[in-house]
């Protein structure tokens, strides 16, 4: 079974500080994805990455990194620099090779509030 | 492009009753799943369809139910709806020929309120 933990419930930070929000996940298979996504108040989900089983390399995106390390079953997300703009629930996700890549095991979320 | 439409935005229901709920894909995606948000159990699977046909179920009662059609468009169905039911009902589509690797994109969402 998948299982996706994301242990910080409510981070709250003020505007230009950097941020980093915690994914630890748990999976057989060897091979799988991992996701983050954005949910702003209008309610959809937006997808901001995703990295297979293979990738371990890390990435920047202009304001946003991630940390992908496969030894401690971890894909942390960072925002640097945050803006209030970047308030929302963020969440990140799972799918392994189960013949449907549609099928996501999300984390409980992450709700963060930048405020001014 | 448009995205991912839902229909409609929001519904009271009685319990007892049931619903339908209706997704329009992004143009060309052919894969549609469901999504259920609930802040007690948060976003859980419920299926996924392509090409017409189930490909895919979560862990819930048969009284959830769905269907797609020859233009990829997708319906929820519940049935004999209880309180549990309030939710959020999210739907997202997928270009599913790219296997795991493709993202899902989420509509905004049909708020389900069971009275």
């Known amino acids: 079974a998948q299982k996706v933990t994301q242990a910080q419930t409510e981070i709250s930070v003020v505007e230009k500080e950097d941020v980093t929000l915690d994914c630890v996940y748990e999976?057989?298979?060897?091979?799988?994805?991992l996701f983050w996504y954005k949910q702003p108040p209008s309610g959809e989900l937006v997808f901001l990455i995703r990295?297979?089983?293979?990738?371990?390399q890390n990435e920047i995106s202009g304001r946003y990194s991630w940390n992908f390390q496969k030894s401690t079953s971890s894909f942390n997300f960072t925002i640097t620099a945050s803006q209030v703009v970047d308030s929302a629930v963020y969440f990140c996700a799972l799918s392994a090779d189960t013949g449907a890549n549609s099928k996501l095991t999300f984390g409980k979320g992450i709700t963060l509030s930048v405020r001014p | 492009k448009a995205g991912v439409t839902q229909t409609p935005r929001y519904l009271i229901k009685t319990r007892g009753q049931q619903v339908t709920l209706s997704c329009s894909p992004i143009?060309?995606?052919?894969?549609v799943s469901w999504y259920q948000q609930t802040p007690g159990q948060g976003l859980q699977f419920l299926f996924e369809y392509f090409s017409e046909t189930q490909r895919n179920k979560g862990n819930f009662p048969g009284r959830f139910s769905g269907r797609q059609f020859s233009n990829s468009r997708s319906e929820m169905n519940v049935s004999t709806l209880e309180l549990g039911d309030s939710a959020l009902y999210l739907c997202?589509?997928?270009?599913?020929?790219?296997?795991?690797?493709?993202?899902?994109?989420f509509g905004n969402g049909t708020r389900l309120t069971v009275t």
């Open positions: 990295r297979n089983s293979f990738d371990e």
């Open positions: 999976t057989r298979d060897t091979t799988y994805y």
């Open positions: 997202a589509s997928s270009l599913p020929w790219t296997g795991l690797n493709s993202p899902l994109h």
């Open positions: 143009s060309g995606h052919r894969s």
